[in-house]
């Protein structure tokens, strides 16, 4: 326990420190001096900047993937629940890079190292968004002929609209409640079997 209690410690200053300075201007001394913990024991942790960087931006993704089950354990119609996922992932990904300060313009660019580390995150994601998918089916609303192909559709766009969404460049910087029907009306007509009355 007290391993893992140091190891979060570092994690969580590095974070800060990424934050405040960005992945460029920081430095292993850096976090070695903000944690008080010293060089010998962050370097016994983390064998180096980039490693504990993946750290951090792990941690910023179990943050978000605790949030979005937590969304997809509601009660709620499919398409209501799969429309409450997508916007999910848009603010929970905005609410993590606002959240890291400089780290905003890093997560960005370093986009493969990002993504590297969110295909765990990614899965779990992609199977919640299937079982949601298929809930539909099951209850005779939705028509859907290949399963993982609209599933890996879905989470492609709610990926896609990560960056216009965060620097709210969506539709000119429409709030949420102005793109949410819309999202609502491109699903409805895209999954449904039939016309189906949904409040959005």
Request: hydrophobic share 40%; with cysteine.
């Amino acid at each position: 326990m007290p391993q893992l209690k140091t190891r979060q410690l570092l994690v969580d200053i590095a974070r800060q420190q990424f934050a405040k300075r960005g992945f460029d201007g920081t430095t292993m001394n850096d976090i070695a001096e903000a944690s008080g913990k010293g060089r010998r024991t962050l370097y016994t942790y983390f064998k180096s900047k980039d490693e504990i960087y993946s750290a951090v931006i792990n941690g910023e993704l179990q943050r978000i993937s605790s949030t979005f089950l937590a969304v997809a354990r509601k009660q709620m119609p499919p398409l209501e629940k799969l429309v409450e996922l997508v916007f999910a992932h848009l603010s929970l990904m905005k609410e993590a890079v606002e959240r890291n300060g400089n780290l905003r313009a890093e997560f960005f660019r370093n986009i493969w190292q990002v993504e590297r580390v969110r295909k765990k995150y990614d899965k779990k994601e992609r199977d919640i968004f299937a079982k949601t998918l298929e809930e539909g089916v099951e209850a005779g609303l939705f028509d859907i002929d290949e399963l993982q192909l609209y599933t890996d559709i879905i989470q492609g766009c709610a990926k896609g609209l990560e960056i216009p969404y965060i620097y709210g460049r969506l539709g000119s910087g429409m709030n949420i409640s102005a793109t949410r029907p819309i999202v609502t009306k491109i699903l409805r007509r895209v999954l449904m079997r039939t016309k189906v009355q949904f409040n959005s």
